[in-house]
């Protein structure tokens, strides 16, 4: 087999003599007519030109060896992956599902920092100005006692000038 491979593989058919001959001795025309009656252009490998099955018988039952092999492997080859869609596609819904929890989880990350920056500075200004408000509160506070302490003031006086008055009639 080896050896029909290292005789053979420098023979090419050439249509315009109609016999096998050393590739080095074929023309580029003869060589590209040569993969022309073998395969034609624009056709797929499935669809080989009449010649080729009754000249090659060899090459025939090779390729239909090795196409039967093909088609043996793609069928394998298509339940394996299969098997992987239907062991990946589980992970892949959960990858989708935790994707969507972990973005939300970001954006509620990112609002907390938020938040806690805004709380931070509201902290600080209100450390800020509690010594003016409680100032402020207990200005009004003094001042409101001292109101109440002149209203009081007033209103013995107001008693007193009225026991005054009544004590007089």
């Known amino acids: 087999m080896d050896t029909w491979h290292t005789v053979h593989k420098d023979l090419v058919w050439l249509p315009s003599k109609n016999k096998y001959d050393r590739a080095a001795s074929a023309t580029p025309e003869d060589r590209i007519a040569s993969v022309k009656v073998c395969r034609p252009w624009g056709a797929s490998w499935t669809q080989r030109s009449p010649s080729f099955n009754i000249l090659h018988p060899y090459l025939q039952a090779e390729y239909d060896a090795a196409r039967s092999e093909m088609e043996k492997e793609a069928k394998r080859a298509a339940k394996v992956d299969q098997k992987a869609n239907i062991l ?45 408000r409680i100032e402020k509160a207990l200005d009004l506070v003094q001042a409101q006692r001292q109101r109440e302490a002149d209203l009081q003031e007033k209103y013995k006086a107001l008693l007193r000038h009225q026991s005054s008055s009544n004590g007089k009639s």
């Open 88 to 132: 990946v596609g589980g992970l892949q819904q959960r990858d989708v599902a935790l994707r969507a929890k972990l973005t939300d989880l970001a954006e509620q990350l990112e609002s907390a920092k938020i938040e806690l920056a805004c709380y931070q500075a509201l902290k600080e200004r209100e450390l800020r100005a509690a010594p003016e």
